[in-house]
């Protein structure tokens, strides 16, 4: 027995084994503060109140919601993808997440694989010591045997298996982009950067003096292509694509870049894919314009690896659970 927990700024996930299947499990790491009034109201009704230091809070996917009606802010334990240090008693709320989550072990130290980000290449004096003891600690105090993953090493265990454990895989979340390239699972490159989702909402808000909960608006309507968006969205449509193109410039930038400062160790012989995964590239033409992006810096500058093709994971949003298990299984 053994589980996939994956810790993200925006959503947590757990994928367990369920007979034959994998069974995934999510709930939004959010959280909104309620008063003594709305507790009344609330608390008989509410499976997701909670209370810590004498303040009461509605946690998860109802805080969504509750935030919206009340007009309150939807806070987050997580910023940029590790534990958020101006949100002290979100670590209550995130462990009471977790915990709900991932429920009691089967056997005693049960291995729960949980996912980690690397340090992040543009936040200068960051680190994960913190965060990664923060949630060791929390999992084994509920009776696992805890081990931290790098998010985007989780990937290629969940979507590049057949090929021998060999791609570049790219998790774009909403703090941070994560990637990971494995030839075989030897020579590892990994490195993030913390511009992904909340990078593109803040700056289109900016740009456009609208509020973020109206780009969120547009960002995860249904109909919403980067491919065509100003013809739909008009000009938040485009400012979104224009957020979009930057970031995915700013990473493919990263990407060739720091393989090159590998001077040569990364010499993979056999061409690889390129898998893109996460919330932020599960909006539609994601992957065209991830492709458009790629091909023209590539007129630019070389490529220092051979592809086989660029596809999108199968279960984008899920693809790190998944291989946080797979990894877990493998070594139960
Ligand atoms: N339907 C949707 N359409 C467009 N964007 C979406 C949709 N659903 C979620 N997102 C975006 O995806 C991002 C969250 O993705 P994901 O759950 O992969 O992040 P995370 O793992 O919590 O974050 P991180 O890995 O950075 O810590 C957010 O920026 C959110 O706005
Ligand atoms: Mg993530």
Known sequence: MAIGCDIGTSNLLVAKKAGPDVEVKRLRNAFVEINDEQKQHLASSSLSAVEIKGKSYIVGDEAVAMARILSRPLRRPMASGILNPTEVDARAVVGALVKALVGEPQQPDELC?????????????????????????????????????????????????????????ISHGAGQVNVAASYKLLGNLQFSIARSGDWIDRNTSAALGVSVADVLKVKEDPHFDLMDAEETFDELGLALTFHYRAMIKYEIGHLLEQWRSMKGQLNFPEPVPIVLSGGTAAIKGFLELWCQQFDSMKKKMPVPFKIKEIRMAQDPFGAVARGLLHYALAKA
């Open 113 to 169: 694989a949980f996912s980690v980000p690397a340090v992040a290449l543009d936040l200068p004096g960051g680190n994960t010591v913190w965060h990664t003891g923060f949630f060791t600690q929390l999992l084994e105090q509920l009776g696992y045997q805890a081990e931290p993953v790098n998010e985007a090493l989780a990937i290629i265990y969940s979507d590049c298996a057949a090929e021998d454990h060999c791609g570049i895989a």
